[in-house]
């Protein structure tokens, strides 16, 4: 809060003021106006005497026709009271400092305050201390309080590095509001970013992860004896061969076949599955050669239906590797359609009409 303004040279009268107002007459010969010392008006210091008796304190100044001084706080009169006194006539008001507002040195050269130390701006820009300041315990880290020796030891970071070395400017301890565990760490953050460091915990944890669980593992004896069964349970085994298992038994989920045989012995000379099906039955299939398939084992066919329009672009169910070798058409009404851009994912097609209609596409090309 503002002080009170204490104005130089002022002397004023005011006339019969009772215990009111004083409302100012102007200023004496060779004196200044409360109003011309402080045309903004309010709280100034004030004397009031009308040579019997005399009154001070901090009053509230406002600026018109006429000027006024309300006595806003009498801090001490003649009377030894704090109230206003009954003045009946001519009185001389002017500014001038109570002594409970004038700032006293002890025998020792301190200086005690009753009050905040504040600048006429809001705030001080420098405060010098030439033994030491003391502080009071910080009450809320979340203020601009100041902060003692004692509170600040072992709470924050000295930032003075030499070497080389970068300042730590923060430390925090992450995902560990009660106590240390798996996905605790500890941040640091620097000039260039943020460095986490797992906590005990939290190493314990990666390296439970990632080590060989706890356990009484083979000596060197018994690891041969191991491998010595190993081996033998090996051999007693299928040998080795490209075959299909004869299991003649039912297995799998619904739609799975188990594999009985591969013969060649059918009237067709053609390979063929013999297997059971998921309810018991045996069945058979015919495996086709390469020889009996319409294309090139590098080739692929695309056969679907497309509803187009002219000048459509129509994308092939799953691209081919190259260029299409062949385009093929067929629709149910006389129609001139022919094909352009054709590329591994697609055409435009052309008709001779602009309605929309629905034709089978037959296209091959490279896998």
């Not at 992450?174 to 500890?186: G, K, L, M, Q, R």
Request: proline residues 5%.
């Amino acid at each position: 809060m503002a002080a009170p303004l204490l104005l130089d040279l002022v002397l004023e009268t005011a006339t019969n003021p009772g215990t009111g107002s004083f409302v100012l007459n102007g200023a004496v010969q060779d004196r200044r106006s409360f109003a011309s010392a402080a045309p903004g008006g309010g709280q100034v210091f004030y004397f009031a005497d009308d040579g019997t008796q005399a009154e001070w304190g901090v009053g509230v100044l406002a600026v018109g026709t006429p000027n006024t001084l309300s006595r806003q706080t009498v801090t001490g009169t003649t009377q030894n009271t704090a109230q206003a006194l009954n003045f009946t006539g001519t009185v001389r008001v002017y500014s001038w400092v109570p002594a409970s507002y004038t700032p006293v040195l002890d025998a020792n050269g301190s200086l005690a305050l009753r009050g905040d130390l504040s600048a006429q701006s809001g705030t001080l820009s420098r405060l010098q201390v030439v033994v030491e300041a003391l502080v009071p315990s910080v009450t809320n880290w979340g203020s601009q309080q100041a902060l003692p020796a004692a509170d600040a030891q072992n709470r924050f970071i000295n930032k003075d590095i030499g070497g080389g070395n970068f300042p730590v400017l923060n430390i925090q301890l992450v995902n560990a509001p009660t106590e240390d565990n798996s996905a605790a760490y500890f941040q640091f953050l620097t000039t260039w970013g943020a460095l986490a460091v797992p906590t005990n915990a939290n190493v314990s944890s990666q390296i439970r992860s990632y080590a060989q669980p706890i356990g009484d593992y083979a000596t060197n004896g018994s690891l041969n004896n191991a491998v010595s069964n190993l081996n033998s349970s090996i051999a007693t085994k299928q040998p080795v061969g490209t075959y299909v298992t004869t299991q003649p038994t039912t297995s799998g989920s619904n739609g799975d076949l188990k594999i009985n045989s591969v013969n060649f012995g059918n009237s067709v000379n053609a390979p063929y599955l013999s297997g059971y099906k998921p309810d018991g039955s045996l069945t058979s299939y015919i495996l086709a050669q390469l020889g009996d398939l319409p294309l090139d084992r590098s080739k692929k066919l695309h056969c679907w239906q497309v509803v187009i329009q002219n000048g459509q672009r129509v994308n092939f169910p799953s691209g081919f590797s190259g260029s299409p070798d062949s385009i093929n058409f067929n629709t149910t009404q006389r129609l001139d359609l022919w094909w352009t851009n054709a590329d591994s994912g697609g055409f435009t097609i052309n008709s001779n009409s602009n309605a929309s209609q629905q034709i089978s596409v037959i296209a091959s090309g490279p896998r």
